[in-house]
């Protein structure tokens, strides 16, 4: 299938002088490998190589290069070119020194975020995804919003990464019955049941990212037992206070106002009806509200949010996908679900 952009196409050989013979490896992941490398310009290139090509890899490559070659923001990642033969199929990047989000919050106290860094990190993630929800035709659901697909430049700037599987409607249709994709954790429970696709998945899915930035948290904790991050918050905030979600490696150092109001913003986002969830414009304006905040004062702050005793069946089940590392196909009639890790 030809694919007709403004991009870059490498032959393999070019590939494998830019990578130095795919000698430096910098991210992994089902797909395959990441490789450094740099073109003859010497700038930095990050080389996404995927491990086969089989007929459903090759559908999320030909939709990962045909969006990107259509979306320009300074929050999404920019694609630099491709390589599509019988020996390989390669995405080529614009390189992110800072890695992802999810190695950052993972990361030690040496590479902790500030509270505004974390702030301004999740603005631009969602400078992003608003650009791909209100300014593309057709709006584009990203449809994989999570830690690990947010990449950082060498000053913090966010960037929205991996649009292979990303999927457009236009605006008379409301929704469209596509294949519920995502990854545990993340996924939006009611497209999951329904496969019915809205932007608002991926506010869901936003929502779970502003949480780990509060917290330091993974989507699901599994000690000792797994507990979805939205529910892990509530138990804190039921217990006691809500300074007990947020990251240790903060110090304390930041202003329980803002904080007050990012937990509030990060919870409406992971309402289960999408109905109940602001949109990506709605957020981006919250988030610049909370910015300008600079007191140092540290005040006690309560939450009113609903615990819930048991856990939604659709999220269990995923946890135990989770778990067990095993990966499933769900089908009904002419829909599927697939969800990776």
Known sequence: MPLHNDIRRFTYAEL???????????GKGGFGNVYHGILENNDEVAVKVLVKT???ESKDFLSEVQTLSKVHHKNLVALVGYCQNKKCLALVYDF???GNLHQVLRGGQ??????????HIALDAAQGLEYLHELCTPAIVHRDVKSANILLDENLVAMISDFGLSRSFTPEHTHISTVAAGTVGYLDPEYHATFQLTVKADVYSFGIVLLEIITGQPSVLLDPQPVHLPNWVRQKIAAG????AVDSRLLHEYDATSLQSIIDLAMNCVENASVDRPSMTDV???LKECL???TTEKQLVSGSYRQKDTMDPDIARQFQLLISGVSI???NEDSSSVISE
């Open 16 to 26: 494998k002088v830019i990578t130095n013979n795919f000698q430096s490896i910098i």
């Open 96 to 98: 992110m020194p800072r």
């Open 284 to 286: 981006v304006s919250k």
């Open 241 to 244: 206070s809500i300074h007990d």
């Open 292 to 294: 300008p905040a600079t």
């Open 329 to 331: 196909e769900l089908r």
């Open 54 to 56: 089989s007929i459903a």
């Open 110 to 119: 040496e590479c902790s975020l500030s509270w505004e860094e974390r702030l």
